[in-house]
């Protein structure tokens, strides 16, 4: 009997202490607790040390009593865009809580207010890379179609970039080579592609970020002409024949010129001085005098030079 009275007596404390506590702690405080603040997105151009990795925030607080229980036992981590709640003064990087409160209310999901937090230059810790310009080398292949071909050299909008990150891997880097899974297809006059560099290397900084690559190219068409076949310097007692005494110029030129090229502008020659037997085959020279044919060939490609003394 006397047992069960005291389970019963130490029942009865259990819940009258329960009740006081959820009667007491049901309500809201006003209460400074600690906030774990650290930074996402931190430029590449910088490490944070250890000591500011995160930074312990005072931060009030109006919340219920249990609230209050678990947020002074367990804490509060918040994450902060580095970028925006950070300022830079003589050369230091500066956090201040009263700035950012809005950030750090938008951060998360709260079940309670936040109030306030000190108004206090807080100094980051950090450590600057070194930067580096190295030229950038374009190795994108080129898949060119519908007769179109380059009128130059493909190019990007500049030749260099800076590079900031780990100084090791940068003193490492000597060049910036642009690479494609892909060939790029070229079936315009202008093609452009952009390159978003840290799709090559997220742990490093570029400036610019983007590079853009231009491709200019031209649609062609091809061309025909019988051009006669010129003998140089051929000693006056002998008697030279050619074999055929012409050939056909076969070129190309882009569509819009091609009514600008004429017979006058090639020239098929053979130099006489430098034919070494008298019964040969010889490929003759060719002079273009007009720079919008872009290549050619001949047909046929030799030329049988006969000599007669």
């Given at each position: 009997?006397?047992?069960?009275?005291?389970?019963?007596?130490?029942?009865?404390?259990?819940?009258?202490?329960?009740?006081w506590f959820i009667?007491?702690?049901?309500?809201?405080?006003?209460?400074?607790?600690?906030?774990?603040?650290?930074?996402?997105?931190?430029?590449?151009?910088?490490?944070?040390?250890?000591?500011?990795?995160?930074?312990?925030?005072?931060?009030?607080?109006?919340?219920?009593?249990?609230?209050?229980?678990?947020?002074?036992?367990?804490?509060?981590?918040?994450?902060?865009?580095?970028?925006?709640?950070?300022?830079?003064?003589?050369?230091?990087?500066?956090?201040?809580?009263?700035?950012?409160?809005?950030?750090?209310?938008?951060?998360?999901?709260?079940?309670?207010?936040?109030?306030?937090?000190?108004?206090?230059?807080i100094p980051i810790?950090?450590?600057?890379?070194?930067?580096?310009?190295?030229?950038?080398?374009?190795?994108?292949?080129?898949?060119?179609?519908?007769n179109y071909l380059?009128?130059?050299?493909?190019?990007?909008?500049?030749?260099?970039?800076?590079?900031?990150?780990?100084?090791?891997?940068?003193?490492?880097?000597?060049?910036?080579?642009?690479?494609?899974?892909?060939?790029?297809?070229?079936?315009?006059?202008?093609?452009?592609?952009?390159?978003?560099?840290?799709?090559?290397?997220?742990?490093?900084?570029?400036?610019?970020?983007?590079?853009?690559?231009?491709?200019?190219?031209?649609?062609?068409?091809?061309?025909?002409?019988?051009?006669?076949?010129?003998?140089?310097?051929?000693?006056?007692?002998?008697?030279?024949?050619?074999?055929?005494?012409?050939?056909?110029?076969?070129?190309?030129?882009?569509?819009?010129?091609?009514?600008?090229?004429?017979?006058?502008?090639?020239?098929?020659?053979?130099?006489?001085?430098?034919?070494?037997?008298?019964?040969?085959?010889?490929?003759?020279?060719?002079?273009?005098?007009?720079?919008?044919?872009?290549?050619?060939?001949?047909?046929?490609?030799?030329?049988?030079?006969?000599?007669?003394?």
């Open positions: 009997m006397k047992y069960k009275r005291i389970i019963g007596f130490f029942l009865v404390v259990v819940v009258v202490a329960s009740l009667s007491k702690y049901k309500d809201v405080y006003k209460e400074e607790v600690i906030f774990n603040v650290s930074f996402i997105n931190v430029p590449n151009s910088l490490t944070l040390d250890d000591s500011s990795k995160q930074l312990n925030v005072p931060v009030e607080i109006s919340a219920t009593g249990f609230t209050l229980i678990w947020e002074k036992i367990f804490g509060h981590r918040v994450e902060l865009g580095f970028k925006e709640n950070t300022f830079s003064r003589n050369d230091t990087l500066y956090f201040n809580p009263t700035r950012s409160i809005k950030n750090i209310k938008r951060s998360n999901t709260l079940s309670y207010e936040i109030l306030s937090a000190d108004d206090l230059d810790e950090f450590k600057r890379f070194k930067s580096k310009k190295v030229p950038v080398i374009n190795k994108v292949a080129l898949d060119y179609t519908l380059a009128v130059k050299e493909p190019y990007f909008q500049i030749d260099s970039v800076t590079i900031t990150g780990n100084d090791v891997r940068v003193n490492a880097l000597q060049e910036l080579v642009i690479t494609r899974d892909s060939k790029l297809l070229i079936k315009d006059s202008l093609t452009t592609l952009e390159i978003d560099l840290k799709e090559i290397d997220r742990e490093l900084d570029f400036e610019p970020p983007i590079l853009s690559l231009r491709v200019e190219a031209t649609q062609m068409t091809e061309g025909k002409i019988n051009i006669p076949v010129r003998l140089l310097n051929v000693p006056v007692n002998l008697q030279v024949k050619l074999i055929p005494d012409n050939v056909q110029v076969v070129y190309s030129t882009a569509v819009a010129n091609f009514n600008e090229i004429k017979a006058q502008d090639i020239s098929v020659f053979i130099n006489y001085d430098l034919i070494e037997q008298l019964n040969i085959a010889v490929i003759p020279a060719i002079e273009i005098s007009n720079d919008k044919i872009i290549s050619y060939r001949i047909n046929p490609k030799q030329i049988q030079v006969l000599t007669i003394k």
